[in-house]
Nanobody
């Protein structure tokens, strides 16, 4: 069974940066897409950024220009670089892997808190 482990969350001041990592127990080359989602208290989980096997990326309008997604196939790891963080970016961030068969796997999440 595929496992995803997120890391890199924490407390950061507004305007600061964080880089989240998602380590995958299986080759991410075999994944159709890797994505980062976030869920704030009382809100629905939403897409932050997504990257496909062809390196096509989608970034939510709310984070466009501030967040970027990348992956290192050799390390089986996906990343979310978050710059110019705002208090409204505070949420639990989840990594998601989607296979070519359509099956999906989620990580356990990592907390990001943006506060002064």
């Amino acid at each position: 069974q595929v496992q995803l482990v997120e890391s890199g969350g924490g407390l950061v001041q507004p305007g600061g940066s964080l880089r989240l990592s998602c380590a995958v127990s299986r080759s991410i080359r075999s994944a159709y897409a890797m994505g980062w989602y976030r869920q704030a208290p009382g809100k629905q989980r939403e897409l932050a950024a997504r990257i496909t096997s062809g390196d096509s990326t989608n970034v939510a309008d709310s984070v466009k220009g501030r967040f970027s997604i990348s992956r290192d196939n050799a390390k089986n790891t996906a990343y979310l670089q978050m710059n110019s963080l705002k208090p409204e970016d505070s949420a639990v961030y989840y990594c998601r892997r989607v296979s070519y068969s359509g099956s999906e796997t989620w990580g356990q999440g990592t907390q990001v808190t943006v506060s002064s």
